[in-house]
Nanobody, 121 residues
Framework: QVHLVESGGGLVQAGGSLRLSCTAS????????LAWYRQAPGRQRELVAS??????????RYADSVRGRFTISRDNDKNTVDLQMTSLKFEDTGVYYC????????????WGQGTQVTVSS
């Protein structure tokens, strides 16, 4: 069982930056794949970025819409995963969720409560 708590959301002007952080607790967090998802009003939840755990060597994946603007990182000693967001756009607005899954699982089984990011145009 993994428990996830996000922090760092807020209101920012377009072009600005925000850093989201997620703290994970539970056994075996360092082997889990950790990810950030987001959900905008009226839209499906989408993967923003993911980073694998120790068994898969920290492989990183980004959505095309954020590549080059967002950076995902993790600290396995602190069991945290961060999302540095720069050059924010209005369309980045949404609720951002931290998620975790076993390294070879298909779907994410553990989710945080979400944190709101609002980008004003």
């Amino acid at each position: 069982q993994v428990h996830l708590v996000e922090s760092g959301g807020g209101l920012v002007q377009a072009g600005g930056s925000l850093r989201l952080s997620c703290t994970a607790s539970g056994s075996g967090v360092s082997i889990n794949t950790l990810a950030w998802y987001r959900q905008a009003p009226g839209r499906q939840r989408e993967l923003v970025a993911s980073i694998t755990g120790v068994p898969l060597n920290g492989h990183i994946r980004y959505a095309d819409s954020v590549r080059g603007r967002f950076t995902i990182s993790r600290d396995n000693d602190k069991n945290t995963v961060d999302l540095q967001m720069t050059s924010l756009k209005f369309e980045d607005t949404g609720v951002y969720y931290c998620a975790a899954k076993d390294p070879f699982a298909i779907r994410y089984d553990y989710w945080g409560q979400g944190t709101q990011v609002t980008v004003s145009s």
